[in-house]
């Protein structure tokens, strides 16, 4: 079955205790994101990723850290959580063809990670 | 400011009624999508709809697209209880970062 896995999908923890939550896809995409959200603020990107060893700031990215070793997995790094960083986190992939714009595939979501920081 | 955003924020009918939902966006668009939430729980797609359509159909779903407006339409027929969740538009841009980019989303509740 063709899915986006994360873990752990809920995670009450303290603040300034690292972190890490994992995505992992099986459809071989190239394009990963993270997003979270917010009432009132809907889905907001953290990271993006358009292939391995390829990443980019979304539009909050501070305080967060992704990495991209192997096509299938996107874990998102908390080095120190603070309480600000409390939110439903989505990982996110889709399939991306060269030189077209991401936007142009539907996006595959995952079943979303609760945090929240003490 | 966000590029799409959704009117109304919510929407509560009876079952069987027709829902309609709207989304305004501001730059140019490749795309435009629509996606599904059930509370807390991951976005599914809907539906795609290319800046070239007008129109598109997927069983009980009718999108519309106005670029001229930049405006997009979501309807619903024949609503059901299991309707009953968040529906976020999500623009795909022409130029810019790589990423769609979500409203806030319409809470719609079906009414048994």
């Known amino acids: 079955e063709a899915q986006v896995t994360q873990n752990p999908r809920y995670l009450i923890t303290v603040t300034g205790k690292k972190l890490t939550v994992t995505c992992s896809q099986n459809?071989?995409?190239?394009?990963m994101s993270w997003y979270r959200q917010d009432p009132g603020l809907g889905l907001r990107q953290i990271y993006y990723s358009m292939n391995v060893e390829v990443t980019d700031k979304g539009d909050v990215p501070e305080g967060y850290k992704v990495s991209r070793k192997e096509k299938r997995n996107f874990p998102l790094i908390l080095e120190s959580p603070s309480p600000n960083q409390t939110s439903l986190y989505f990982c996110?992939?889709?399939?991306?063809?060269?030189?077209?714009?991401?936007?142009?595939?539907?996006?595959?979501f995952g079943p979303g990670t609760r945090l929240t920081v003490l | 400011s966000q590029q799409g955003e959704e009117d109304p924020q919510a929407l509560s009918i009876q079952e069987g009624e027709n829902a309609t939902m709207n989304c305004s966006y501001k730059t140019s668009i490749n795309n435009l999508q629509w996606y599904r939430q059930n509370s807390g729980r991951g976005l599914v797609h809907l539906i795609l709809?290319?800046?070239?359509?007008r129109e598109k159909h997927s069983g009980r779903l009718r999108v519309t697209l106005d670029t001229s407006k930049k405006s997009s339409s979501l309807l619903i027929t024949a609503s059901r209880a299991a309707d009953t969740a968040s529906y976020f538009c999500a623009t795909g841009l022409r130029q810019g970062a790589q990423k769609l980019v979500f409203g806030q989303g319409t809470r719609l509740t079906i009414n048994p």
């Open positions: 709809i290319r800046s070239n359509e």
């Open positions: 996110a992939s889709s399939y991306l063809m060269p030189g077209r714009p991401v936007g142009n595939n539907e996006q595959f």
């Open positions: 459809m071989n995409h190239e394009y």
